[in-house]
């Protein structure tokens, strides 16, 4: 059975920067959940941010742009968090590396989590298309990232996976 990598806080951890959860009810999901396939991680967490945690948007740049040393991560009071948020990638790096996902679910928008779009590093709200720093380097994983909303292209290729390689 090929394991699904998903970000910690879906579902009842209260993991993120409020100290709340990401609600998921969808019965893909509690399949997974029923078959133990779910690998759920929070990058953040891992490397030692606390709960709740001041939130935090990737600033001048892209998460490739952090990760050539040419961009930061900053908290909303100015906080340069760059060092711990590398920290947190890394750590979901060894994770993938552990565990061989067919795919990763991951919460959008989070600096750490986010696969199709984030902040844009003004703390006004607005999106702008983009990747945490997590994702990012799981693409580099070649791990195929999707969202709560595209549990249904995870579960086909899911499916497709284990037909291929069947055990
Ligand atoms: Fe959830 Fe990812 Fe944020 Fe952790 S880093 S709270 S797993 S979105």
Do not use: K, N
Not at 72 to 81: A, C, K, P, Q
């Amino acid at each position: 059975m090929l394991p699904v990598f998903a970000s910690g806080c879906l579902g009842l951890a209260r993991l993120r920067w409020d100290g709340r959860s990401v609600p998921i009810d969808d019965p893909i999901w509690s399949r997974w959940q029923a078959e133990g396939r779910l690998v759920q991680f929070c990058p953040e967490v891992a490397a030692g941010l606390p709960i709740p945690r001041e939130p935090a948007e990737i600033v001048g740049g892209t998460a490739a742009d952090v990760l050539d040393g040419t961009a930061r991560v900053l908290g909303r009071t100015g906080t340069d968090l760059t060092d711990a948020f590398l920290r947190a990638a890394e750590l979901g790096v060894q994770q993938i590396r552990q565990h061989r996902p067919a795919l990763a679910v991951l919460v959008d928008r989070s600096p750490s989590c986010g696969s199709t779009t984030v902040y844009d590093g003004t703390f006004t709200g607005t999106r702008v298309p983009g990747r945490g720093l997590s994702a990012e380097l799981l693409v580099r994983e070649g791990v195929p990232l999707f969202t709560p909303a595209t549990l249904a292209d995870a579960a086909d290729l899911v499916q497709r996976a284990e037909t291929a390689s069947p055990g």
